[in-house]
C-alpha cells in the first residue's frame, strides 16, 4: 500500500489524539494471564488491539484444546515479542507440541540464546531450519530450572521471556546476565507486572533471582503506549503544534516515557496543566544545538529522534542501537538510505549507532519513501510531509503491527492521507 502525504493546511492548536494500549505490555499480560489461568479471546480493554497480540492470542487459543500426539503449527508473523515469548510458554505447557514459525525476516532473527536457556532449565526444543533461528518445535514438559546464564546483549525479550515462566519451574531461576542488558526497561516492566501478580524476584545488576509459586489474578489498567507517543513529539517538534493525548501516563511502567525528556532537547515540552487527562505536547523554542545520546534502553526511539533531528538541523550522535540492526528491518540501514532520499547524509557508527553532522546533499525529486515492512520506520517518516508537503511511503500497511489507526489519528489532527496505490498500478502498467 502507497500513502501520499500532506501536512496541515493550518497550525495544529488542539490536536487531540487517542493513542493504542502499550503493546509492550499487552504482549506480557496475555502471557501472564494465560499462566494464571485466564485466557483471552481477543484484544480489548488493556490488551491492545494489534497484529502482535491478535497472534500471542490465537496461538494459546489454539494450544488450549490439547490433543495428545497432535503438532500444533503456530505461524506468529512478524512478531518478535510473540516468537520469543510463546516459546518459552509452551515450552512448559506440559503434553503440547507445537511448531512456531513466522516470517522469513523473523525467521533470520536470533533467538539461540533464549533456546540454550530454556534448554538448560529441561525444555524440548529443536530447531527445525537454520540452527539458531525460528522455526522451533517445542515439546512441552515440566521444567527444573534453577540457574542459567543468558547473553544479555541481544535482546531484553529473552530475559523476559525466561522471567515470565521462571515461578513455574520446580526450582524456580536464577539468571546471570552476561553483559550489560539491552533495554533494561523491558526487563524492568516484567518484574513489575509480575510483581503485581504475587511474585517478587530479587535483582542485582547481573542477576536475576525468581522463586517457585503462582500467579494470582490481577486486572491490568489500560496504558497508552509510550513508544508510540514518540511519533507524536515528532509531530509536535516538526509543525510547532500543540497536541493533547488522552491516555498517556507520566507514571507509567513504559520505559519509553524516557521520550518526554528526550523530545525536551528538540523544543516539545510536556503539561498536565488545564489538561483534562492525559497530557499535552507543547512547543517550545528551546532546541539544543547538538544531541548525544546512549539509547541502549530505548533504542525504539530512535527512527523518531533521528527523523527529527535531521529535519530541524540538530547534528547528533547515537550510541547503543545495536539491536536495530536485527528488528522488523535493519533500522540502522534503513535510517540512512531514507535520510538520504532528504539530503541528510546520516552515516552508520559501526554495528552499534547513527550520526549525522549536519552534511547535506541536494536533493532532485519529491521522495517515495519506503517503510521497509517496518511500523516504526513507517510512523517515522509520515512527520517529514510538515516540511515536504506530498511525500509518499510505500509499504504504508505495516503500522498495523502496534498502530492500526495512526493514519487515521493522522487525518484526525489535519494531515491528509490519501491511498496512492491505485496510481502506482497505474504507473507500473503504463
Not at 494489534?50 to 503438532?71: F, L, Q
Amino acid at each position: 500500500m502507497k500513502y501520499a502525504i500532506m501536512p496541515p493546511g493550518e497550525l495544529i492548536e488542539d490536536g487531540m489524539v487517542t493513542l493504542p494500549v502499550s503493546k509492550s505490555i499487552s504482549t506480557r499480560m496475555l502471557v501472564l494471564d494465560a499462566l494464571s489461568g485466564i485466557y483471552h479471546d481477543a484484544p480489548g480493554g488493556a490488551v491492545a488491539d494489534c497484529d502482535d497480540t491478535r497472534v500471542i492470542i490465537e496461538a494459546i487459543s489454539a494450544t488450549r484444546e490439547n490433543v495428545p500426539g497432535k503438532c500444533i503449527k503456530v505461524d506468529v508473523q512478524s512478531s518478535g515479542a510473540a516468537l520469543r515469548f510463546l516459546t518459552a510458554y509452551f515450552s512448559i505447557q506440559s503434553g503440547i507440541e507445537v511448531e512456531l514459525t513466522g516470517t522469513s525476516r523473523l525467521c533470520e532473527r536470533p533467538m539461540e540464546p533464549l533456546v540454550e536457556a530454556l534448554r538448560r532449565c529441561g525444555a524440548q526444543i529443536e530447531y527445525l531450519g537454520k540452527e539458531g533461528c525460528a522455526p522451533v518445535k517445542i515439546r512441552g514438559c515440566a521444567l527444573v530450572g534453577g540457574e542459567v546464564t543468558i547473553d544479555a546483549t541481544v535482546s531484553s525479550q529473552f530475559i523476559s521471556a525466561l522471567l515470565m515462566i521462571a515461578p513455574y519451574m520446580t526450582l524456580g531461576l536464577t539468571i546471570n546476565l552476561n553483559g550489560e542488558p539491552v533495554s533494561l526497561p523491558y526487563i524492568t516492566m516484567t518484574l513489575e507486572m509480575m510483581r503485581q501478580r504475587g511474585m517478587d524476584a530479587s535483582r542485582e545488576p547481573l542477576k536475576i533471582v525468581v522463586r517457585s509459586g503462582n500467579y494470582t489474578p490481577f486486572e491490568q489498567p489500560a496504558e497508552g503506549d509510550w513508544s508510540a507517543a514518540a511519533f507524536w513529539f515528532e509531530v509536535s517538534a516538526l509543525s510547532a503544534g500543540w497536541i493533547n493525548i488522552t491516555n498517556l501516563s507520566e507514571s507509567s511502567i513504559q520505559g519509553d516515557r524516557a521520550a518526554a525528556a528526550l523530545f525536551e532537547c528538540l523544543g516539545v515540552t510536556l503539561s498536565t496543566e488545564d489538561v483534562e487527562e492525559g497530557v499535552q505536547l507543547c512547543p517550545s523554542p528551546e532546541i539544543y544545538g547538538r544531541l548525544d545520546l546512549d539509547l541502549t534502553d530505548n533504542p525504539d526511539l530512535a527512527p523518531a529522534l533521528a527523523v527529527t533531528c535531521c529535519l530541524i538541523g540538530v547534528p547528533f550522535r547515537f550510541v547503543g542501537l545495536a539491536t536495530l540492526a536485527t528488528k522488523e528491518c535493519d533500522r540502522l540501514a534503513a535510517i540512512c538510505e531514507e535520510m538520504d532520499k532528504i539530503g541528510r547524509v546520516v552515516e552508520k557508527v559501526r554495528d552499534f549507532g547513527l550520526e549525522w553532522e549536519g552534511k547535506t546533499h541536494p536533493v532532485a525529486e519529491l521522495p517515495g519513501f519506503n517503510a521497509h515492512g517496518d511500523h516504526r520506520m513507517a510512523m517515522a517518516l509520515a512527520p517529514v510531509s510538515v516540511y515536504i508537503p506530498g511525500i509518499t511511503i510505500y509499504g504504508a500497511e505495516c503500522v498495523s503491527k502496534s498502530y492500526p489507526g495512526y493514519w487515521d489519528d493522522l487525518r484526525s489532527v489535519g494531515f491528509e492521507v490519501a491511498d496512492a496505490s491505485e496510481d502506482a498500478e497505474e504507473e507500473d502498467q503504463a
